[in-house]
Structures are given as structure tokens and as C-alpha cells.
């Protein structure tokens, strides 16, 4: 194999005529970026809202929070390590491939989105090691992490989404060494941010759910759900830009008739199969502190039906009652404060109803009469 052969990335090219990529996986604009003139406005907001949430986990008070973990039962305390432990295993994927996303993508917006993304990722990791600081010694520590992800229940729940990320890590080595031609990486790229927002919009909940259920049944352990539901924030918005750039690469580089059905329908079947999943790693999770709550069903079912909906998916659980900025569990709606953000769009893949939106960036030569066809 010779270096000398993988694909070029120009970082600035004064003989462009354009500012920005085509495409967004594209290299051939002059490389700058004017945020009031993108080819993707939504990107924008994206943006400024993921810096408006910017936090450090040294902000949360821990004193009583450490007190309450000594004082509480061994069942709670199990299930916090364990949780804990397993949100640091794939909050640890997701800064891994925001920073993959981040280099390959060449829409300078888009990559500056994932450039924060993998900033707050490293962060969660962070407060998760902050708020177990003083409960734990070193060893502890360090077990609660290998058990985490040696847990089998664990392993089900991950192992679908790793395999598709694994297998988008490797397309982007082919792709950057010119073995893979863009549009079939795309379709990696694509299957991969399907796989990215179940990660971060499913299989985070259960245990966000659980940390939520400890402090509303028990009031205990307030530090440690500030720093949750800080986490809760930034994993919201990490989605709604996942689902955004699956459409901007979907409008990019369009798939056929045949392979678009494809997709929709391994899209779908993937989602359902990863809420199932989820559903048995919370109640598992939840049997460790001797509760089986009746939403947890009813919650995750949604979340899976939001995150199709932000992918510009049809629903893959049409029959459970469906509004995407009304949390379905009442007592949890103290603690998620997300859902005001929502903004969900239409079916992407209805093309007769919607298509993703472009601007009329002067700057990005998109002809006027495509523009038409351009709409949610």
C-alpha cells in the first residue's frame, strides 16, 4: 500500500470559485467559512446551541452527594457504578467518532459542529471520573469500569452499535487511503450516524432514567444528577445533529430508489432491535436496585420513535402514542428540560412532502430551481 496514493485533502484552495465543498464530504471550494452565509443554516443553530451549554463537572457541588452515596443502600450503590461505568464505555466511543466525523467531513460548518461534539464528549467522560472521586479509591474505580463493559447484559446492548461504528471506522481508513470510493463510504457514513444517534439517544436513557428515579423516589444523590442531566442536554443536541447530517448527506450524495428502501428498512429494524435491547439492559439495571418500573417500555419506545424522526425516518413504532416534545413519563418531566428544544421535521424520505433545506448562500452557486425542490 502506498501513502502516496490516498486521497488529498487541499485546506486552503485560493483558485476555488466557491467558498464551501459542493458536498459535504466534497474538496472543492476555497475552504474558508462565513457562518452568516452556510450552505446548511441549521448547522448554525446546532452550534450555538451546544456552546450556549457549556459546562465543567467541577461546577457541581459533590460534598452532600458523596455523603449520600455512603449513607445509601448497597443495592444503590451497585447500581451506580454500574451505571456510571457504562455511560463512561460509550461516552468514550462517541468522542472517538465525533473526531472522526469531524476529519472527514469537509463542510467547514458541519465539521465545526463535531469539533464541540468531541470537546463535550471528552468532557462527560470527565465528570463521570469527577463525581466518583471521593466515593471510590483508585481500585474501586478502575473495577467499576472493566465490569462495566465486561457485563454481559452490557455487551448485548452495545454490540449492535459498536459493530456499525467498527465497521465506519474501517471504511474511513479505506477512504482515506483511497480504497473506497465516496459514494459507497457515504452509505458507511450514513448507516454510522444512525448508529451514533441510537448511542447517544437511546442507550444512555435507561440509565439516565434510573439516576432520575433514585433522586424522585429517595431525594439523594443531587450532584450526581445535575452532572446527569448536564449530560442529558448535550446528548440531546448530539442527536438532532446526527439526524441532521444523515439528511445533508442524504441530499448529497442521493441514493437509488432501491438502495434508499434499503436503508430505510435497515434503519428501521436497527432501531427497533437496539430499543429492545435497551428495555432489557434498564430493567436488568433496574433490578439491581429491586425496582421494575412500568414506563420504561412506554419511555424507550418513544425515544425511538424521536430519534427516527430526527434521522428523517418514518416511525418504527407507529402504534404507541407519539408526540415528540411531550416526555410520556409524567414524574420525569422535573428533570428533562430538553424536550423544549425539539424542532423535529417531517419524513425525510417523503420526497413529495419534504426534502432537506438548503440556503440561498451567494457563496455556494446552488441553483435557484434546485433550491425548489429543497424543502421540509
Known sequence: MDIKNRRKIKLLQPKKSTL???????????NSLNWNDIRYPQFHTFYDKMLSNFWRPE???????????????????????????????????????AKILSTVITDPSINACYAVAGQQEAVHTQSYSYAILDKLSRSEQNEMLRQA????????????????LEELEDAYRLYILNLMPVEEFAKYLARGLVAMSVLEGVNFYSTFMMFYYIQH??????????????????????????GHTHRAL??????????EQEHIDWSLNFIRENVKREIEYGLDLFT????????????????????????GLPLPFPDYPYNANENPIPWMKAF??????AGQKQDFFETTVTQYNQAKAENTEVKVEDLSQLKF
Do not use: C
Not at 250 to 259: A, G, R
Open 20 to 30: 464551501y465543498p459542493s458536498k459535504i464530504l466534497a474538496n472543492d471550494g476555497v
Open 59 to 97: 461546577e457541581v457541588k459533590m460534598n452532600k452527594d458523596n455523603l449520600d452515596y455512603k449513607s445509601a443502600s448497597k443495592n444503590i450503590q451497585e447500581a451506580y457504578k454500574k451505571g456510571f461505568g457504562n455511560l463512561t464505555a460509550i461516552d468514550v466511543i462517541q468522542t472517538r467518532m
Open 149 to 164: 463493559v465486561q457485563d454481559e447484559v452490557a455487551q448485548n446492548r452495545n454490540s449492535l452499535v459498536v459493530k456499525v
Open 217 to 242: 423516589r429517595y431525594g439523594i444523590l443531587g450532584g450526581s444528577v445535575s452532572i446527569v442531566r448536564y449530560i442529558h442536554k448535550d446528548e440531546f443536541q448530539h442527536t438532532y445533529l446526527n
Open 250 to 259: 442524504l441530499t448529497d450524495y442521493k441514493l437509488s430508489p432501491e438502495e
Open 288 to 311: 439491581t436496585i429491586n425496582v421494575r418500573p412500568s414506563e420504561i417500555e412506554t419511555y424507550i419506545h418513544w425515544l425511538g420513535n424521536v430519534r427516527a424522526q430526527s434521522l
Open 336 to 341: 428533562d428540560d430538553s424536550r423544549l428544544e
